[in-house]
């Protein structure tokens, strides 16, 4: 836990990282229309899960690296709110290192390795259910202000 960021509503940032990851998948259309799932959230991390669909493969019948950058993103999305600030990436970089394939689920699993001030760094890893590594993220990103959960009165 981070000492410097302090929660109206939420005591326990365990609860205040579940809630936060709850409303903002809530809001994300984006990762909904891909079939993720949010399987696990605490402070600074995040696990999210995607089937590969057969509208998720390229011309050479793998998944999209799009679809994959997609996902890792989600995960980075989710572990860098997960504070319930509002945070946003600044920049990603991929190693794609196997193939996803047509029935592969890919999870996603989002690592906070470091925050100072708004900026934090976070690493991403993608594996198959067989536990293959798929990619590797490592994601920058920015706080901008204000929370991920609405204000209460």
Same mark, same amino acid.
């Given at each position: +836990?981070?000492?410097?960021?302090?929660?109206? @509503?939420?005591?326990?940032?365990?609860?205040?990282?579940?809630?936060?990851?709850?409303?903002?998948? %809530?809001?994300?259309?984006?990762?909904?229309? +891909? /079939? +993720?799932?949010?399987?696990?959230?605490?402070?600074?991390?995040?696990?999210?899960?995607?089937?590969?669909?057969? #509208? +998720?493969? *390229? /011309?050479?019948?793998?998944?999209?690296?799009?679809?994959?950058?997609?996902?890792?993103?989600?995960?980075?999305?989710? !572990?860098?709110?997960?504070? *319930?600030? *509002?945070?946003?990436?600044?920049?990603?970089? =991929?190693? @794609?290192? %196997?193939?996803?394939?047509?029935?592969?689920?890919?999870?996603?699993? !989002?690592?906070?390795?470091?925050?100072?001030?708004?900026? /934090?760094?976070?690493?991403?890893?993608?594996?198959?259910? #067989?536990?293959?590594? =798929?990619?590797?993220?490592?994601?920058?990103?920015?706080?901008?202000? /204000?929370?991920?959960?609405?204000?209460?009165?």
């Amino acid at each position: +836990m981070h000492k410097n960021v302090h929660h109206r @509503y939420h005591a326990d940032p365990q609860q205040l990282a579940e809630a936060a990851g709850e409303a903002m998948f %809530a809001r994300d259309r984006a990762s909904q229309a +891909m /079939g +993720m799932r949010l399987e696990e959230i605490r402070p600074g991390y995040a696990r999210i899960s995607m089937p590969v669909r057969e #509208d +998720m493969l *390229n /011309g050479h019948l793998t998944c999209h690296g799009g679809f994959i950058f997609a996902l890792a993103d989600s995960a980075f999305a989710f !572990a860098c709110n997960s504070h *319930n600030l *509002n945070t946003v990436g600044a920049g990603c970089t =991929i190693e @794609y290192l %196997a193939p996803g394939r047509q029935e592969d689920m890919l999870t996603a699993e !989002a690592v906070e390795q470091a925050l100072s001030g708004k900026t /934090g760094v976070y690493d991403v890893s993608v594996r198959n259910q #067989d536990g293959r590594l =798929i990619a590797l993220l490592r994601g920058k990103s920015h706080r901008v202000g /204000g929370e991920v959960l609405p204000q209460q009165e």
